[in-house]
């Protein structure tokens, strides 16, 4: 993908990004939108690669999200309590804490967590597949790699990080709500609570949540596959410009698209 | 009505300036010793059409490799059986599934029927069963085999062997002859000169390089 001298000793350094970049990932994307709508991409191997990496970039990521969400539902609740002693509005004040919650925490803290396990096990399996020179051999016996190996993880990361933020999105209201009746700062019962927190969700909150994990996902398994297979520099690449390149793409990818839809909805 | 070559080299100059004018037909054998590596993996992937050549045409089975769309091209690779030097296995599938992965992307077998033939395959090649664990986990004389049961599983038509070690040659000829006895067509890359000599393959024709030209043995180019 972009030509990279290798220098005796010193991995070329990927560029955070570039024009050549960025129209690699559109075509790569546009490509996995195009392939997946056509039942015969579903081959058996694909879809087992694609339950493969469900279950690493979803099953294996619950610990790792519930511990975070119980985390950022206590730290909501303190929030929740400072500005309630500064301002003292509670209804206010909880509507604001749940919207920036639903909104903007948990896609982006999920999506954080989706590149720091997923995007890098991506940029180590491929990368590593690429400089040994193994998608020479798929190509050989007719498997497309984009079919076979991006395809489906682009997919998975996209399903998982939307999965993960609806479990992000029930558990951190919930920890904080059990504190407060814990600490006995609220008095309501717990099923009037619950139907408070969706009704302050709003439509917005409902329609933005699925659109901005399902894309956060998605382009953060296409940033860090398309990463992988570019044609960089030798073996030590992945360690040293290959996993800092991948990881800064995602993460900026991540943000744009968080933002831009925060200002479209 | 007469079967097309199962793979045919017309007049090609391949990517590295390579001259190769060549035709497998149905049953044959062909063993080409390429000089060095790089040569045999440009003749390799010419042959699959995964490298176009510069002048010339390469087709299979009477088709133009550049004249296949993708989904086509890569259903007729899924015809080819293919050795590779260094194994080439998916480091995170175990070797069974590495072996059944391409049937299993190319037909509707089912999974129990491919399994049984590369395990009737992997009791030829030596193999007490098919191998189970992960490509990085096998001793490498088992590579070797798992290599050749993966190039032989779902009858191919056409088999490209790179550098099968010379160890295992009993084998490897029986499981070409049933290539060859069904009309399939085996293309044999060594590097080794003696195997290349080796009379106990039944090669049909044995092609070497002659400067930058695949030359024929006997032919007085």
């Known amino acids: 993908m972009t030509g990279q001298a290798v220098k005796a000793g010193k991995p070329a350094p990927l560029p955070p990004w570039s024009p050549r970049w960025i129209v690699t990932t559109a075509a790569v994307g546009t490509a996995v939108l195009r392939q997946m709508v056509r039942p015969v991409t579903w081959r058996r191997p694909v879809r087992m690669e694609f339950m493969r990496f469900m279950a690493i970039s979803g099953l294996q990521s619950i610990p790792a999200v519930t511990i975070t969400a119980v985390l950022a539902g206590l730290g909501l609740l303190s929030q929740a309590l400072y500005w309630l002693e500064q301002v003292g509005q509670n209804d206010e004040i909880t509507q604001i804490i749940l919207t920036i919650l639903v909104r903007e925490v948990a896609p982006l803290t999920v999506g954080l967590l989706a590149i720091g396990r997923s995007g890098l096990i991506i940029l180590s399996e491929l990368s590593r597949m690429r400089e040994e020179g193994r998608l020479r051999a798929l190509d050989a016996q007719g498997l497309d790699p984009l079919l076979l190996l991006v395809l489906p993880r682009v997919l998975a990361l996209s399903l998982s990080t939307f999965c993960l933020t609806i479990l992000f999105v029930a558990v951190a209201p919930l920890a904080g709500m059990l504190a407060a009746l814990a600490l006995g700062i609220v008095r309501q019962p717990v099923d009037q609570v619950l139907l408070n927190i969706l009704s302050i969700i709003g439509s917005a909150g409902y329609l933005i949540l699925p659109l901005k994990s399902l894309s956060i996902g998605f382009l953060i398994g296409l940033a860090a596959c398309v990463t992988a297979l570019e044609q960089g520099a030798g073996r030590d690449e992945a360690a040293t410009t290959l996993l800092p390149s991948g990881f800064f793409r995602a993460l900026l990818l991540t943000l744009v698209v968080n933002g831009l839809l925060s200002a479209m909805v | ?221």
């Open chain 2, 1 to 221: 009505m007469d079967q097309p070559p199962v793979l045919r080299f017309a007049s090609t100059v391949l990517t590295d300036g390579l001259s190769v004018d060549l035709t497998l037909g149905p049953g044959e054998l062909i063993l080409i010793d390429p000089g060095d590596e790089e040569h045999e993996r440009t003749i390799a992937d010419a042959a699959c059409g995964l490298a176009p050549p510069l002048q010339g045409t390469v087709s299979m089975l009477g088709r133009d490799w550049l004249k296949q769309q993708p989904d086509h091209a890569n259903a007729l690779r899924g015809r080819i059986g293919h050795s590779f030097r260094r194994g080439s296995w998916v480091p995170y599938l175990s070797l069974i599934d590495n072996i059944l992965l391409p049937q299993l992307h190319h037909t509707t077998r089912p999974y129990a029927e491919i399994r049984d033939e590369a395990n009737r395959l992997s009791a030829g090649f030596g193999l007490p069963g098919l191998p189970t664990v992960l490509p990085g986990q096998a001793t490498a004389s088992d590579l070797v085999r798992a290599d050749l049961i993966r190039a032989f599983t779902g009858s191919p038509i056409l088999v490209i062997l790179e550098g099968p070690p010379a160890d295992g040659i009993g084998p490897l000829v029986g499981a070409i002859r049933a290539v060859r006895d069904r009309d399939g067509a085996v293309l044999w890359f060594t590097l080794d000169p003696a195997l290349w000599y080796e009379p106990a393959i039944p090669a049909t024709r044995r092609y070497r390089l002659r400067g930058d030209t695949l030359v024929a043995e006997g032919d007085p180019r």
